[in-house]
């Protein structure tokens, strides 16, 4: 088991920055890839950005690419999503997510959290 808690959600401007983590405890992190998702109400869950076990290979959903910075720091068990340039369709909750392996489909994660609130206004 690996439990997994989001924080740093909140409120920002269009334009402006914000920084997600999602800290990691029980099973050892490295033994997971790491994902990030985002849900709109109304809307289906979203991919948005994935990493792997190594921190060595990301990879993108087209929507974020260019603005968001997934990364992980194994020694703080703990993966990060760097958010840049925000618009109001991005306004979501943002989940972290732990998988055997890094992929882009939500059914590949065993382990979720709670997810984050992001609003962006315009």
């Known amino acids: 088991q690996v439990q997994l808690v989001e924080s740093g959600g909140g409120l920002v401007q269009a334009g402006g920055s914000l920084r997600l983590s999602c800290e990691a405890s029980?099973?050892?992190?490295?033994?997971?890839?790491m994902g990030w998702f985002r849900q709109a109400p109304g809307k289906e869950r979203e991919f948005v950005a994935t990493?792997?076990?190594?921190?060595?290979?990301?990879n993108y959903g087209d929507s974020v690419k260019g603005r968001f910075t997934i990364s992980r720091d194994n020694a703080k068990n703990t993966v990060y999503l760097q958010m840049n340039s925000l618009r109001p369709d991005d306004t979501a909750v943002y989940s972290c997510?732990?998988?055997?392996?890094?992929?882009?489909?939500?059914?590949?994660?065993?382990?979720w959290g709670q997810g984050t609130q992001v609003t962006v206004s315009s």
């Open positions: 997510a732990a998988g055997s392996y890094s992929a882009r489909y939500p059914s590949v994660y065993t382990h």
């Open positions: 029980g099973r050892t992190f490295t033994s997971f890839a």
């Open positions: 990493i792997n076990r190594s921190g060595s290979t990301t």
